[in-house]
T-cell receptor, first 116, second 114 residues
Framework: GAVVSQHPSRVICKSGTSVKIECRSL??????MFWYRQFPKKSLMLMAT?????????EQGVEKDKFLINHASLTLSTLTVTSAHPEDSSFYIC????????????FGPGTRLLVL | AQSVSQHNHHVILSEAASLELGCNYS??????LFWYVQYPGQHLQLLLK??????LVKGIKGFEAEFIKSKFSFNLRKPSVQWSDTAEYFC????????????FGTGTQLKVEL
């Protein structure tokens, strides 16, 4: 089946630093990748949608200068949390959809970010 | 705005009991419907999906869901749960014209006791 990986699985950083999270589709080409944020005991909140080779589309209320998304290839998207603050601490999850099957998303295992 | 509701936030069942988790959405147009499961410490996995056709959809691990258009519902069912079904279950809806963006319900935490 379609497998999506994320790296790192956990990261702790100091306030003010930047953190990069990678999302890879391992056995398929992902024309579209999505980035979600999951708060404790709450649902997934879509942050942005990225299509390979074009700028990401951010959801209302998500700061594009703070959460930089790059989708440089059909198998890799990155999310960079810039100038991280403690309130950015969260669980970040990516998903990817396969070219031609864009209605179905396959999810990565998530990255736990803790900003001190 | 389109929304997805899961009314059961926590469900506790004994093994072999039957399960039904509710999911309702607010939209009168065409939708694609999904149920995802998140086992403890694992990532979201697709249980089943409905795009069109037979409104009774069968998924993995004995789960099924029924799309009732008139009720805007897509309830998840399993006749006999197992301890290994302990997980969080998310209903998600893809609203047409929404650019393949999924809207998730708040999730239902299922605990199955031996």
């Amino acid at each position: 089946g379609a497998v999506v990986s994320q790296h790192p699985s956990r990261v702790i950083c100091k306030s003010g630093t930047s953190v990069k999270i990678e999302c890879r589709s391992l056995d398929f080409q992902a024309t579209t990748m999505f980035w979600y944020r999951q708060f404790p005991k709450k649902s997934l909140m879509l942050m942005a949608t990225s299509n390979e080779g074009s700028k990401a589309t951010y959801e209302q209320g998500v700061e594009k200068d703070k959460f930089l998304i790059n989708h440089a290839s059909l198998t890799l998207s990155t999310l960079t949390v810039t100038s991280a603050h403690p309130e950015d601490s969260s669980f970040y999850i990516c998903s990817a959809s396969e070219e031609g099957f864009q209605e179905t998303q396959y999810f990565g295992p998530g990255t736990r970010l803790l900003v001190l | 705005a389109q929304s997805v509701s899961q009314h059961n936030h926590h469900v506790i069942l004994s093994e072999a009991a039957s399960l039904e988790l509710g999911c309702n959405y607010s939209y009168g147009g065409t939708v694609n419907l999904f149920w995802y499961v998140q086992y403890p410490g694992q990532h979201l996995q697709l249980l089943l999906k409905y795009f069109s056709g037979d409104p009774l959809v069968k998924g993995i691990k004995g789960f099924e869901a029924e799309f009732i258009k008139s009720k805007f519902s897509f309830n998840l069912r399993k006749p006999s749960v197992q301890w290994s079904d302990t997980a969080e279950y998310f209903c998600a809806v893809l609203f047409t014209g929404g650019g393949n963006k999924l809207t998730f319900g708040t999730g239902t935490q299922l605990k199955v006791e031996l």
